[in-house]
């Protein structure tokens, strides 16, 4: 656990059952900083002092959790409680399109700009709500707040926050729209290979090529999984050969990412893949190379039943809005902490199909909407669990 630091204390229960509202025009200003600031994967320190400083202005003790020399987790814990349920954001985005073009932009409820779909809009509300919570008195109240590092390149935020602290459930703020995802796909990060002969490139051909050795394997691949496993997303991320000037490449290597359903076996996948390639070897077409598994990720499924997703109902009744539970389709931090053993939901503002892209948007009402929607929670499970 990390250790606590001293700040300023007024505690009050849940038993009025109160729920203090967001400060909306603090969460704009907020959410326009955090976008402002350019934190791709490994390079989060300045978001990270940005919160922090925030944090401790406000009197809420933070601690930093370092997670390699020169990068840290932000985590609060209240002092008087263990806190079983942790909200999780992660304050790293991809790298940007365009470094003269990622920065806020607002048109209308429309903000653009690189992190707001994924997820400085969901960081941004889970700090609103907080700082509300904190400042209306509700101090120790038995639930965390983790802002990690590390989340679209190795994850190694949300193992070093595993490994340190014990929590039972978490509600990420990934992008869902506000719909709750009660499950998650399975991911699994393949690396091909190929070897060939290099030659001049007038004197090429099909066979001694790597190069034309992995087209041919990835169009084996992509048909097997299309006739097999249709099912499965994959993206074929990276595909790059020896820089050889006026050569034919004697090595080629390739990326591919399989998202699969929360309830696919990886371990017969695995081994299906593996099996792929070697008869392909053995095959007249032949295949110099091999397969590798650099990242494999299972999925899961939580049951529609229990405290939390109880406390989740209510909140969406109250809410005026439907609870309809989806499955996250993409990689996330919720796959390092299910491996771990905490429970996670995701549930957060803006759209996936947005993230990543070169126009990223969300909208700002419904970031407002999930600052509210997380104060709400952290009190009504508080209430529920207590019960």
């Known amino acids: 656990m990390p250790d606590k630091s001293d700040g300023p204390r007024k505690t009050k229960t849940t038993a009025a059952i109160e729920r203090p509202a967001i400060n909306p025009q603090r969460l704009t200003r907020l959410f326009k900083k955090m ?33 390699d020399e020169d990068r840290d987790n932000l985590v609060f814990e209240p002092d008087m409680a263990d806190p079983e349920l942790v909200f999780v954001g992660h304050v790293d985005t991809v790298l940007a399109y365009d ?68 929590y039972s459930a978490a509600i990420i703020g990934e992008p869902t729209g506000l719909k709750p995802c009660l499950s998650h796909y399975g991911y699994l990060e393949v690396q091909l290979w190929t070897e060939g002969r290099r030659m001049h490139a007038s004197l090429a051909s099909p066979g001694a090529s790597a190069v034309n050795s992995m087209l041919n394997m990835l169009l084996h691949l992509t048909d097997h999984l299309h006739e097999h496993r249709p099912e499965l997303i994959y993206n074929i991320r990276d595909l790059a050969s020896a820089r ?51 990242t494999i990720h299972s999925g899961y499924e939580l049951p529609e039943k229990g405290a939390l997703v109880e406390m989740l109902k209510e909140v969406y009744k109250r809410a005026e809005m439907p609870f309809e539970p989806e499955a996250f389709r993409s990689h996330s931090d919720a796959n390092e902490l299910w491996q771990a053993g905490i429970k996670p939901i995701i549930l957060g503002p803006g759209d996936l199909a947005a993230a990543h892209t070169q126009d990223e948007f969300s909208s700002l009402s419904q970031i407002h909407q999930a600052a509210q929607m997380y104060v709400d929670i952290a009190m009504s499970y508080v209430s529920r669990t207590a019960r």
């Open 244 to 294: 050889s000037g006026f050569a034919v490449p004697d090595h080629c290597e390739a990326w591919v990412d399989l998202h699969l359903p929360p309830l696919t076996s990886l371990g017969l996948l695995t081994v299906e893949l593996e099996e792929l390639v070697q008869n392909r070897r053995k095959s007249k077409h032949g295949f110099n190379g091999d397969i590798d598994f650099s």
């Open 99 to 166: 470094l003269d073009n990622y920065s806020y932009r607002q048109e209308g409820d429309t903000v653009y700009g690189l992190g707001t779909a994924d997820m400085k809009g969901g960081c941004a509300a889970m700090v609103e709500a907080f700082l509300t919570l904190w400042e209306n008195g509700y101090t120790d109240l038995p639930v965390a707040l983790a802002l990690v590092v590390g989340e679209e390149e190795t994850g190694d935020g949300a193992r070093r926050l595993a490994r340190e602290c014990d």
């Open 35 to 67: 976008v402002d600031i350019y934190s791709p994967s490994g390079k989060e320190e300045d978001v990270i002092s940005f919160l922090h400083g925030l944090f401790k202005r406000n009197g809420v003790p933070v601690v930093r959790q370092p997670v």
